[in-house]
């Protein structure tokens, strides 16, 4: 004789609701946050490098545990506690230094675009093919990384294109 699990039916009323609130709160969080890179874009980098410093910090505070669990067993024991030193300060350097790396990728950013724009321009030129739309997207990739360079213009960018993907799942889920 053989036994038989059954196991009681789900209703599906029940399944869908928790799928639908999982469909709202993805457009909401785009919102936010495409908001507050378009409002609040210097402290949305500042909590990010907050962020991953913290993350940094307690990995290394987890290599400090490791190293001191297996310390005996280990072939080269430096390793682990190298490890976490290491992670430690670059944690507390990333939360420390939060505004002055945000300046640097800024900077960073807009040097790209102007490198790329004018090496571009360049290859375009020596071609003789100045004439065309892409001289034009050079032109306007030059002019974007200047201006990157000395505004957010790249976190309010990233923040309306946010903006109109919580929009349009927005439309989409009230369909």
Same mark, same amino acid.
């Given at each position: ?32 946050? !495409?908001? +507050? /890179? &378009? ?7 500042? %909590?990010?490098? =907050?962020?991953? *410093?913290? $993350?940094? @910090? ?32 670059? !944690?507390? +350097? /990333? &939360? ?7 300046? %640097?990728?800024? =900077?960073?950013? *807009?040097? $790209?675009? @102007? ?55 927005? @439309?989409?889920?009230?369909?």
């Amino acid at each position: 004789m053989k036994a038989e699990i059954v196991k009681p039916k789900k209703e599906e009323k029940e399944t869908k609701s928790v799928k639908e609130a999982g469909n709202i709160i993805t457009p909401i969080i785009y919102l936010v946050l !495409g908001l +507050l /890179l &378009i409002f609040k874009n210097e402290k949305v980098m500042e %909590f990010f490098f =907050y962020v991953v *410093g913290i $993350i940094i @910090i307690i990995y290394g505070i987890k290599s400090f545990v490791v190293y001191y669990q297996n310390k005996e067993l280990v072939r080269y024991k430096n390793i682990n506690l190298s490890i976490a030193i290491v992670s430690v300060i670059i !944690g507390v +350097l /990333l &939360i420390l230094l939060s505004g002055a790396l945000q300046a %640097f990728v800024q =900077y960073t950013i *807009g040097f $790209i675009f @102007i490198f790329i724009g004018i090496s571009r321009l360049l290859v375009s030129i020596s071609f003789n093919n100045y004439k065309s739309l892409s001289t034009l997207i050079n032109i306007v990739l030059i002019i974007f990384g200047v201006c990157s360079m000395f505004s957010n213009l790249i976190l309010i960018g990233l923040g309306i294109i946010l903006v109109i993907n919580s929009i349009l799942l927005f @439309i989409e889920y009230f369909r």
